[in-house]
């Protein structure tokens, strides 16, 4: 029962704490009453410098529009002085909204929404002098002049909407409403300025600008109807006797006779709107005025009870430290504890169990994830703790769980690749027995595309077989020539034609690697030649280094950035678990868990040629024992001329090495034509039997005559030529 105290005592303490947070949350309110005070206190400086002088200069604006279109109508010198003085009128209103915009405390009082409606506002005006030579010029019409004219209004009424914002909801209502009913206003004087130039002119509306009258009118009745009924009843006096007066009922006559396409006589026009101007003007004034009243003693009576409540706060605020740091130095030690058992578990016991699951391992959950030692006094730390003991079984068995089901997926996979493999063997030895028994050139040579396309498939089943963790299934028992290993990655390589292998001494590979280096340089090899022009060479060159042997396979392609060269490299040096999602690099991922199975270094850099080189390592436990390397010997053959196929012209028969007729894969039919023994052409170590093949001996060697060397010389040149056109014809192989 003792050790329970101290857990009831900071419980109690801790439910104490919303309490205390209530009360400053009651100070926090208090310090957003003050701004609430201060902001009623900015409208009054708003409406000050910037709602009185804005009033001033839209209705100056409103005027000059009024005189501009008479003046459009009638360019009549009477006219032109009144619309002279009005400018100078509109001239000075400008400059005095500029003045008292442009003071300390307006600038302060704006937000960063007026600023930037203020600028507009601006821009605005700066464009009237441009207006002013289209009506002088007479460049403009009636409806232009109306669209030109209502900027400036229209952006002062954005202008006083933002000024209205505050957080007592009933002055931004009345506000509002207020400024719909200015902007009414405006909508009334280009009515006024419409018509007037129109009967100055002496006749009626045309139809543009009936269309044009009728928008204004509609809208100006709309506002009205619709935002009056908002005004207090108070505020909204002035204006309801304003639309019962016999004055608007005149001007509202007037205006529906225009819209019937009629005609009125121009001062009675010009007289009726301007009695409804002068009541519209007072009646706005008025309210205007009573809202800007209104605002002074809200921000007075805010003030008193911000100091009220702002003092409660501090004080409640105080009392909350107090507690809080009692209760949370307690809390922050125990957690501090139930942190370091969490970093323990996340960054070393997890890591182990993942690092256990990539090798293969079997993982106890219990032993790798156990529970935390029992940390603090409180029932809510120790809830804490169990359940992290529960997050943490749970992330256990989940990896353990999805590690099985890789490997699961990951067995699928071999075994269907072994399936392919075996189908695919199988294949190579049927395509054999056709090869010798064909007869007819032309099927031969289909027979021989179809060999190098079946042996591209059975490694493209191999590479699957690496991808899922398996290894290659063919395996040599002695070392093999390094060369021979190359140029049987080639022969995997669909434009196996463009890739040359330079000579490279007699160094050899351990048969037990064979299988996998030979696949790691197909890939790299079938790489270089896609992405590399059809007929450009890929170039591969091997030599002894200190650490082992080094071969370089080259393209003269465009080449990579040298962001993308740096991230291949960091991949295949050091490569990551492969994520079957990420198909399009999958000859680099095999790349990788070859280099990494068999310690391989591979490295990609600029070549000089202007495409990519590829270096790769092969350290020194991969070497075989050395091969001597036998002399190339010519042997003199009868400098006869030969013909052509291709052009047709005679070309001498150059001297060929003597082992290229010990070593070639055509041998003479019952028919007399060549026949090609498959895997004579390879080194004996590489033939997929494991047998070495014995030299012929004399007696076996059939003596060719001028006449067969020629002819046989003549299909080994034709056949040479149209495997490199073909190669320089085909696609690339995605």
Same mark, same amino acid.
């Given at each position: 029962m003792a050790s329970s105290r101290p857990i009831r005592f900071k419980i109690s303490a801790l439910l104490a704490i919303p309490?205390?947070?209530?009360?400053?949350?009651?100070?926090?309110?208090?310090?957003?009453?003050?701004?609430?005070?201060?902001?009623?206190?900015?409208? /009054?400086?708003?409406?000050?410098?910037?709602?009185?002088?804005?009033?001033?200069?839209?209705?100056?604006?409103?005027?000059?529009?009024?005189?501009?279109?008479?003046?459009?109508?009638?360019?009549?010198?009477?006219?032109?002085?009144?619309?002279?003085?009005?400018?100078?009128?509109?001239?000075?209103?400008?400059?005095r909204f500029r003045e008292q915009t442009n003071t300390e405390?307006?600038?302060?009082?704006?937000?960063?929404?007026?600023?930037?409606?203020?600028?507009?506002?601006?821009?605005?005006?700066?464009?009237?002098?441009?207006?002013?030579?289209k009506v002088d010029n007479g460049r403009i019409g009636l409806?232009?002049?109306?669209?030109?004219?209502?900027?400036?209004?229209?952006?002062?009424?954005?202008?006083?909407?933002?000024?209205?914002?505050?957080?007592?909801?009933?002055?931004? @209502?009345?506000?509002?409403?207020?400024?719909?009913?200015?902007?009414?206003?405006?909508?009334?004087?280009?009515?006024?300025?419409?018509?007037?130039?129109?009967?100055?002119?002496?006749?009626?509306?045309a139809p543009s600008e009936l269309k044009l009258f009728n928008e204004l009118a509609i809208n100006r009745g709309?506002?009205?109807?619709?935002?009056?009924?908002?005004?207090?009843?108070?505020?909204?006096?002035?204006?309801?006797?304003?639309?019962?007066?016999?004055?608007?009922?005149?001007?509202?006559?007037?205006?529906?006779?225009?819209?019937? !396409?009629?005609?009125?006589?121009?001062?009675?026009?010009? /007289?009726? !709107?301007d009695d409804l101007e002068v009541v519209y003007e007072r009646a706005l004034t008025a309210v205007s005025l009573s809202l800007a009243d209104r605002a002074a003693p809200s921000a007075a009576t805010t003030f008193t009870r911000a100091g009220i409540a702002g003092a409660l706060g501090l004080v409640a605020v105080v009392a909350s430290l107090l507690v809080s740091y009692r209760v949370g130095s307690g809390l922050t030690r125990e957690l501090a504890g139930v942190r370091r058992a969490a970093m323990e578990v996340a960054e070393?016991?997890?890591?182990?169990?993942?690092?256990?699951?990539?090798?293969?391992?079997?993982?106890?959950?219990?032993?790798? *994830?156990?529970?935390?030692?029992?940390?603090?006094?409180? %029932?809510?730390?120790?809830?804490?703790?169990?359940?992290?003991? /529960?997050?943490?079984?749970?992330?256990?068995?989940?990896?353990?769980?999805? %590690?099985?089901?890789?490997?699961?997926?990951a067995q699928s996979f071999r075994n269907l690749a072994r399936r392919s493999q075996s189908l695919l063997q199988r294949q190579l030895k049927l395509l054999d027995g056709m090869q010798k028994q064909a007869e007819d050139p032309a099927a031969l040579e289909n027979l021989f595309l179809l060999d190098h396309l079946t042996t591209r498939m059975r490694r493209h089943a191999e590479g699957l077989v690496i991808l899922s963790g398996g290894a290659a299934g063919r395996k040599w028992r002695s070392s093999v020539l390094m060369e021979d290993v190359l140029r049987g990655a080639a022969a995997q390589v669909e434009d196996y034609a463009r890739v040359r292998i330079y000579p490279m001494a007699g160094s050899t590979l351990v048969g037990s690697a064979v299988a996998d280096m030979m696949h790691l340089f197909a890939e790299i090899i079938e790489n270089a030649t896609v992405f590399s022009p059809p007929g450009g060479e890929v170039s591969i060159r091997g030599e002894l280094v200190g650490r082992g042997f080094a071969i370089e396979i080259e393209d003269r392609g465009l080449?990579?950035?040298?962001?993308?060269?740096?991230?291949?490299?960091?991949?295949? *040096? /050091?490569?990551?678990?492969?994520?079957?999602?990420?198909?399009?690099?999958?000859?680099?991922?095999?790349?990788?868990?070859?280099?990494?199975?068999?310690?391989?270094?591979?490295?990609?850099?600029?070549?000089?040629?202007?495409?990519?080189?590829?270096v790769v390592l092969l350290p020194e436990n991969l070497l075989g024992d050395p091969e001597p390397v036998e002399p190339m010997i010519p042997v003199p053959l009868p400098a006869e001329p030969m013909p052509s196929e291709i052009t047709g012209t005679v070309e001498p028969v150059r001297p060929l090495p003597a082992d290229l007729w010990k070593t070639t894969s055509l041998r003479r039919?019952?028919?007399?034509?060549?026949?090609?023994?498959? @895997?004579?052409?390879?080194?004996? *170590?590489?033939?997929?039997?494991?047998?070495? @093949?014995?030299?012929?001996?004399?007696?076996?060697?059939?003596?060719?005559?001028?006449?067969? *060397?020629?002819?046989?010389?003549n299909s080994f040149q034709s056949g040479w030529r149209r495997g490199r056109s073909e190669g320089e014809n085909d696609g690339t192989e995605q």
């Open positions: 309490l205390i947070s209530l009360l400053a949350l009651w100070g926090f309110a208090a310090t957003v009453t003050v701004g609430d005070s201060m902001s009623l206190l900015t409208i /009054s400086t708003l409406f000050d410098t910037v709602g009185k002088p804005g009033n001033e200069l839209g209705n100056a604006i409103q005027r000059e529009h009024l005189i501009s279109a008479e003046y459009l109508a009638t360019r009549s010198d009477t006219v032109r002085a009144d619309l002279t003085v009005q400018r100078t009128a509109t001239n000075q209103a400008r400059l405390s307006a600038k302060s009082a704006m937000s960063q929404e007026m600023k930037i409606r203020f600028n507009e506002v601006m821009n605005r005006l700066n464009a009237l002098e441009s207006i002013r030579a409806v232009g002049l109306s669209r030109d004219f209502s900027l400036v209004p229209e952006a002062l009424n954005r202008l006083f909407s933002t000024m209205s914002l505050n957080n007592d909801l009933p002055l931004y @209502q009345q506000s509002r409403s207020l400024n719909m009913v200015t902007y009414a206003k405006d909508l009334f004087s280009r009515e006024r300025a419409l018509a007037t130039g129109a009967l100055a002119m002496g006749r009626a509306l709309f506002l009205l109807e619709q935002y009056l009924p908002e005004l207090e009843p108070r505020l909204r006096q002035p204006f309801g006797g304003m639309m019962t007066s016999t004055i608007y009922t005149r001007y509202t006559g007037y205006e529906e006779t225009l819209q019937e !396409g009629e005609t009125v006589a121009l001062s009675d026009w010009r /007289s009726a !709107g070393i016991r997890l890591p182990r169990v993942m690092e256990k699951l990539r090798r293969g391992e079997n993982v106890d959950v219990s032993a790798e *994830a156990p529970p935390l030692e029992p940390l603090g006094s409180t %029932a809510e730390i120790h809830d804490v703790a169990a359940a992290f003991d /529960s997050v943490q079984d749970r992330a256990v068995r989940s990896a353990v769980e999805q %590690a099985k089901l890789r490997e699961g997926v080449g990579m950035t040298a962001e993308k060269r740096a991230s291949i490299n960091e991949r295949l *040096a /050091s490569p990551p678990e492969f994520d079957p999602a990420e198909t399009d690099r999958l000859g680099f991922a095999v790349v990788g868990l070859l280099a990494a199975r068999y310690g391989v270094s591979v490295t990609l850099r600029p070549s000089p040629y202007g495409g990519t080189g590829v039919g019952n028919a007399g034509l060549p026949r090609r023994v498959r @895997q004579a052409n390879l080194s004996p *170590a590489l033939r997929q039997d494991g047998t070495r @093949q014995e030299p012929e001996s004399a007696a076996d060697i059939v003596e060719r005559s001028p006449e067969e *060397a020629r002819a046989l010389l």
